[in-house]
Structures are given as structure tokens and as C-alpha cells.
């Protein structure tokens, strides 16, 4: 069982919704980067996804897109990106951590390396958003056989066809993609998401959570209502590119986790 595992696990247990937050690792820097992701936790933040900046990150709107620009101009790469993991786990052994990004640096570093690297760092998770199922030998297979979650994405055009491929070798959970389009681009609605995640339950079994397109504490809360869970990360990023403090982060972080857990 993974971290991931075992806390969706708990969650259920406590008949609890997940809050999931995205932070792009190196954003503005190495060190405001890990002063926020050791603050998520104590803002209720149950399972973090640590993005990895890439140069060319074609689902990923302006606002994450400036934050991979500028953690990639901080000086920011793949291996500093474990080591910020790394130095999470130095005090945090229990939250569960998805590195999400695409493939070009994990092919480029090797995949067995990067597996063990990763494993190593505490990672627990991947998302790799330009990989299809048809390639699942490439990286998925072999991260699941390393201890590591394979989490993929469902849209609102995959359709009954093709949502069996999707989830064929998926595990830990599956991140439901609100809205057609890139993220921070238009508000999620819950009256169309809330089916959605019944037929992907229904066909998986695996918690679904729901992210792209929830900015406040009440759009958590409306979005986690129908879900397992919500993730928020454009809004977030948004406060960190905007240069506010870390503790003005994490209070919003709070309020967004308040919301989702009240679901």
C-alpha cells in the first residue's frame, strides 16, 4: 500500500473529502518553494502534487506555464526537484507526494534511474500528462513495479470507449479533468462534473478527484461535494506569481482546503 493508498484509506474511513494542492517545485525559488510545500500539510492539504517544470508544457495554462518559466530561470531542474522531496520527507514521512509533469525529463534522465530516484525521494505518485496508455510500458508499468502510483487523467471527451484503456493501468486515484481546455482557463460547474465521476467510479472503482477550473473555498466545497476530492492549483500559483508572503499562501491554502473538507 502507498502513502496515496493509505491515506484515501483514511479518508474514507473518516467519511472525509480529499483536498489535493499543486505547487510548481523551484517556484519562485528552491527555498520559498519548500517553505510552502512543508506548510501545506498544516493547511490541510492531504496530498500534494509537486509539478515539474518543463519548457514546452502544453496543458498547462498561462499562469502555471509563468511558474515553470520562472523555476526553470530560479535554476530548477529534475534532480532539484527530488531534492526538495527529499528534504520534505526530512520532516514529513506520512503526506503523499504526486510528481506531476511530462515525459521529456524523465526519458532524458532514464527511466530505471529516475524510478529509483524518485522512489528513493519519496515520491509515492505520477502524473505524466503526454503519456497514453498505449505507451504504458514506457514509464507506467515500470513505476508501478517500482511501488509507485500510476495516476492518469479523464476528460469530459473520454468517452465509454476509450474510458476503459484509461484506466486499465491507472492506480491510486483517477484526476477527473473538469473542463475541455487547458488549466486556469474557465470555472468547474458541479451539475456536470458530479455524473462524470459516477461513471468513472462506476468503471474503476479508484477515488476520483476532480481538478481545472476550482478557484475559491465555496467552488471546493461545491466540486468536492460530488467527488472524492478536489485539487486547486492555478489559484494557488496564481498568489505565489503574484509575490505574496508565504503565510498569505497557506492561509489561502487553508481556506481552500476548509472548503473542500466541510464538502
Do not use: W
Not at 84 to 103: C, K, N, S, W
Not at 137 to 160: K, V, W, Y
Not at 214 to 219: A, F, R, S
Request: some cysteine; overall charge negative; proline content about 6%.
Amino acid at each position: 500500500m502507498t502513502r496515496i493508498d493509505a491515506k484515501f484509506a483514511e479518508l474514507s474511513k473518516a467519511g472525509k473529502k480529499a483536498f489535493v494542492s499543486y505547487i510548481m517545485a523551484g517556484d519562485p525559488d528552491f527555498e520559498t518553494s519548500l517553505e510552502i510545500v512543508r506548510g501545506l500539510p498544516g493547511a490541510g492539504v492531504d496530498v500534494i502534487e509537486l509539478g515539474l517544470p518543463f519548457t514546452d508544457p502544453m496543458a498547462d495554462g498561462p499562469t502555471i506555464q509563468l511558474a515553470g518559466q520562472r523555476a526553470l530561470e530560479g535554476g530548477m531542474t529534475l534532480q532539484k526537484t527530488l531534492q526538495l522531496a527529499r528534504a520534505f520527507r526530512e520532516t514529513d514521512q506520512t503526506t503523499p507526494i504526486v510528481l506531476m509533469g511530462y515525459y521529456n525529463p524523465i526519458y532524458s534522465r532514464g527511466v530505471d534511474s529516475f524510478l529509483a530516484e524518485a522512489k528513493a525521494a519519496g515520491i509515492d505518485g505520477l502524473i505524466v500528462v503526454d503519456l497514453p496508455p498505449e505507451e504504458d510500458s514506457e514509464l507506467c508499468l515500470p513505476a508501478q513495479a517500482a511501488g509507485l502510483n500510476f495516476i492518469r487523467l479523464a476528460t469530459p471527451t473520454t468517452d465509454a470507449k476509450r474510458l476503459p484503456r484509461v484506466l486499465q493501468n491507472t492506480s491510486g486515484f483517477v484526476y477527473y479533468v473538469s473542463i475541455t481546455g487547458i488549466t486556469g482557463a474557465a470555472e468547474a460547474q458541479a451539475g456536470d462534473v458530479g455524473p462524470e465521476v459516477a461513471r468513472i467510479k462506476g468503471e474503476s472503482g479508484l477515488p476520483v478527484i476532480v481538478g481545472f477550473g476550482v478557484n475559491t473555498p465555496e467552488k471546493s466545497r461545491a466540486i468536492a461535494s460530488v467527488a472524492d476530492g478536489v485539487v486547486v492549483g492555478s489559484a494557488i500559483v496564481g498568489k505565489i506569481g503574484a509575490g505574496a508572503p508565504v503565510s498569505e499562501v497557506l492561509a489561502f491554502v487553508k481556506s481552500l482546503s476548509d472548503g473542500a473538507h466541510s464538502a
